[in-house]
């Protein structure tokens, strides 16, 4: 369930549905297993109700998916020892999942809190099979809230760790054909670091739906992903037309294929603002970093104006906190963050720290650190490279850690860091920042460790609040305490671009993860105009 | 001396050329942190990203251009050349150093002319299984050290109160053997494979890669140097110092070695030039440096990501190559000096007759 990258969504979502899944066209979710869109019913004053009812799908072996594949999917979730601590704290807010005896396809879940993001939010998860991973159904004598409460400290039910000892052993993460999924498409064949190769399923559910909407159509037979090992060989593999599509193109190969008059012949480029945010975190653990005044200072010497500038050649847009300027809920009277080294030596001496001999003190400590960053991402290492010029400027050494993506993201989870530079992703739907700021989320999702009684009660407040004006008060008011608290600094939110074959059409390019809808992608015999 | 080869030596204008090429190297690499440069290495200009070479007025003109992420192409040339005497040069020197003795005593007390005590036989057994974590292992390695310690009293009591069976026992070193496997084994396979593989993962420090750089590179000086020795011990005039009683090490040391690394002299530059190309290669692939560490072969390797910057090819490209051809060349000359059969046979016998004078005396 858990990915081990975010780029393995782009195939996990042709491979297995959710409830819900992202219509390209609109920009908004809409129904892929469910029927429809779930109807809301607030109970009292804390808890929303969501009803279901399910598609007439079925599993490939013609088992229909039922309401208690559902439920198993969402009780597997919350099963320890598997690495699923972000989705665990994302969906945290689903308690129950009550099903209806006289209907097997028609369930309704019980949130805590009455957010009205959970209408959209509660079904993005791909769902599992229950037959296949638990025969003997070991799973349903246990509650949803039970396995979510279960103590850390405590080893699991007998029953759980058979089954996460099966699922382990089953290794869907290496062997995607042990778990096959009810999405139209099937893995053919995974040559690692080279290619993933989907082959459409020839007998597939949605293929009787008189008129299947657009998140249900699987249009190409086979989809090949190249795994390319950097920006250039992509641009390179693109004008030889060994690929169709190339999302996440680069600034730089973006402007310069823009630039030649015969890519320009061939290929279509789209490009428009995306939900992902870069942002430096400061690992809150360290005793350097536990004051707000030092994290501030900090904060100062990144100059997030040069670097989007720099690095994205002005597309992109500057932010004050983890919402895009274009949300509704920004909170524009905050001030941008300035580049402002003056300040920052100001805010150190404030925080008690005193230049001596050339470096800074405080007590016992002597403020020097790493930056940590994924070592193929050329971004991130211009905003390593810049702030270590500036941090030198004023007389603290910073070492840069440049890390392979896989070995990062454990580092981050140990909190084996102490500044990192990452992207973080959004959504228009959803703003639940528990995963990755709750307290309850150290060691999971949330990498910098924060958190503190009255920060996570803002979150929980804002991932529960059901009026729009109250929630809008309250985003404001967590913009503001991530500016005054500092635990990442936000720099700017990164454009998306893509380029693609002229004719191919159907491509519905997205600010939303991946970028583009690849089960409606079609050959045009005519290439497509200019976006 | 020959005087025939230091004239030659003097007389080829690409030699001076060469030898002026890598003077300017080593000045610009020593004197790097104090040259009025316009910008410092590993910062990133963000208004300037990977523009080409400017040569306005303006004071902050970057001459050379900047790479894609906006980080002066000058002033990484100039620390690069740093890079070449604080990592390549040591590198090859330890390399030097490591091969010529290993190879120099291989070669010269073969597989059984050292001998070690008999208490050593336990004791490096101990450290083995220790090192190593093998089953039991601290009750074993303190068995064995126990089992050193008798023996190391045992053959001292003895061996003072006089000669008795096993207090004179000991433990030949084959020395040939184990040199010769240790460099086959690293050998075996490609040294810019092995390079890559104990390179991968986080880069290393300067010091880390140094030894990476060193553990490559001082098999094929230990090969040359053994190769040479097994000449040299069986000179009339090594032979002569045996005679004459000195003790072996001095043999060893003032006699024998310093013929045996006389092709050293040719073969150090080529090994300079090879570790700088591995070295660059290295850089070039992202393996081993940080990103703030300046290299040629990091700059080259920026390319990539903008393929139609010619500055990142030019300035680095010729500069790597510029300096390869004088390692060459330098290499090419000392190998024409050092290779003269007379020189080398007057040489050796001059010299060890000078120390059999004194040692005579």
């Known amino acids: ?531 | 001396m020959n005087a025939r080869g230091p004239t030659r030596f003097a007389s080829g204008s690409a030699y001076w050329g060469a030898v002026a090429w890598l003077a300017l190297v080593v000045g610009v690499g020593v004197l790097g942190p104090w040259l009025p440069l316009p910008y410092p290495p590993a910062t990133p200009d963000l208004a300037h990203i990977a523009i080409p070479p400017g040569w306005g007025n303006s004071a902050a003109a970057h001459y050379f251009g900047t790479d894609p992420a906006g980080r002066d192409v000058l002033a990484e040339l100039v620390f690069g050349a740093r890079e070449l005497l604080t990592l390549s040069l040591p590198a090859t020197a330890l390399a030097t150093l490591l091969g010529a003795s290993a190879g120099g005593a291989a070669g010269f007390w073969g597989n059984r002319g050292l001998a070690l005590p008999l208490a050593i036989g336990p004791l490096a057994l101990a450290a083995g299984w220790w090192l190593l974590a093998l089953p039991y292992w601290l009750i074993s390695s303190i068995i064995l050290l126990i089992i050193s310690f008798l023996i190391f009293i045992y053959q001292w009591k003895f061996a003072r109160l006089g000669p008795r069976r096993f207090a004179g026992v000991t433990l030949p070193l084959p020395l040939d053997s184990l040199v010769l496997g240790v460099a086959t084994l690293l050998s075996a396979v490609p040294r810019l494979v092995l390079v890559v593989a104990l390179a991968a993962g986080p880069p290393l420090s300067t010091s880390q890669l140094l030894a990476v750089l060193v553990l490559v590179a001082w098999p094929d000086t230990a090969r040359l140097v053994r190769a040479q020795m097994l000449r040299v011990r069986v000179q009339p005039f090594v032979e002569a110092a045996w005679a004459s009683g000195l003790p072996e090490w001095r043999i060893w040391w003032r006699h024998a070695l310093p013929h045996a690394c006389q092709p050293l002299w040719a073969s150090a530059p080529l090994s300079l030039a090879g570790l700088i190309g591995l070295e660059s290669t290295l850089a070039f692939l992202g393996i081993g440096l940080l990103p703030t560490t300046a290299s040629w072969g990091h700059l080259l390797g920026t390319l990539r990501q903008e393929p139609t910057a010619w500055w990142l090819v030019v300035g680095p490209g010729s500069a790597l190559l510029f300096t390869l051809l004088a390692l060459q060349e330098v290499a090419r000359q000392l190998s024409g000096l050092h290779s003269s059969k007379e020189y080398f046979n007057k040489t050796a016998s001059d010299v060890t007759a000078a120390h059999l004078r004194t040692k005579i005396k």
């Open chain 1, 1 to 531: 369930m858990a990915q081990v990258n975010s780029r393995a969504v782009d195939v996990i979502n042709l491979m297995h549905y959710s409830l819900l899944q992202t219509d390209f066209a609109t920009g908004t979710m809409a129904p892929t297993l469910a029927a429809a869109l779930p109807s809301v019913q607030f109970v009292g004053d804390s808890l929303t109700h969501l009803d279901y009812h399910l598609r007439d799908a079925t599993w490939d072996n013609g088992r229909p998916v039922l309401a208690t594949d559902v439920a198993f999917t969402l009780k597997l979730m919350h099963c320890p020892e598997l690495p699923n601590e972000g989705e665990r704290t994302h969906f945290s807010f689903i308690r129950e999942l009550l099903l209806d005896p006289a209907d097997p396809r028609h369930f309704t879940l019980v949130c805590r809190g009455q957010a009205p993001e959970y209408r959209l939010d509660s079904g993005d998860f791909p769902i599992l099979p229950e037959n296949p991973l638990d025969p003997t159904h070991s799973l349903r004598q246990f509650s949803l809230a039970t396995l979510q409460d279960w103590p850390r400290s405590t080893a699991p039910a007998p029953a759980v760790a058979a089954l996460v000892q099966r699922y382990q052993q089953a290794d869907p993460g290496h062997h995607p054909e042990r778990l096959a999924g009810c999405g139209p498409y099937q893995l053919a064949a995974w040559e690692g670091n080279h290619s993933l190769t989907l082959q459409r399923k020839k007998k597939w559910w949605g293929d009787r739906l008189p008129t299947a909407p657009l998140v249900l159509q699987a249009r190409p037979k086979q989809l090949q992903f190249l795994i390319l090992p950097d920006d250039a060989a992509a641009t390179l593999a693109l004008r030889r037309h060994e690929l169709d599509l190339y999302p996440q193109v680069s600034a730089r190969d973006f402007q310069r294929l823009q630039a030649s008059a015969t890519a320009h012949r061939e290929l279509a480029f789209y490009s428009g603002p995306s939900y992902d945010i870069v942002i430096a975190g400061f690992n809150t653990r360290r005793p350097a970093f536990q004051d707000k005044l030092t994290r501030q200072a900090l904060s100062c010497l990144f100059d997030a104006k040069s670097l989007l500038a720099g690095t994205q050649l002005g597309q992109g847009s500057r932010t004050v906190g983890l919402l895009p300027p274009t949300s509704p809920f920004y909170n524009d009277s905050l001030p941008l963050p300035a580049y402002a080294p003056a300040r920052a030596v100001a805010l150190l001496r404030q925080a008690g720290w005193q230049q001596i001999g050339g470096t800074w003190k405080r007590a016992a400590q002597q403020l020097a650190f790493s930056v940590r960053y994924r070592a193929d991402e050329t971004t991130f290492e211009t905003v390593a490279l810049q702030f270590r010029a500036a941090a030198a400027a004023v007389g603290i050494p910073v070492a840069l850690r440049p890390t392979e993506a896989s070995t990062l993201t454990e580092a981050l989870r140990q909190g084996d860091f102490d500044v990192c530079v990452r992207k973080l992703k959004g959504n228009p739907f959803a703003f639940n920042f528990l995963p990755i700021l709750h307290s309850q989320s150290v060691g999971e999702g949330n990498f910098t460790g924060f958190g503190t009684p009255a920060s996570d009660r803002l979150l929980e407040a804002i991932a529960a609040v059901g009026q729009p004006g109250r929630k809008r008060l309250l985003l404001k008011q967590f913009q503001m305490m991530l500016q005054k608290e500092a635990p990442l600094a936000p720099l700017f939110v990164l454009p998306y671009r893509l380029a693609a074959d002229r004719h191919l059409v159907q491509v519905y390019p997205s600010g939303l993860r991946p970028g583009y809808s690849a089960a409606t992608l079609t050959w045009a015999a005519t290439p497509s105009p200019d976006h």
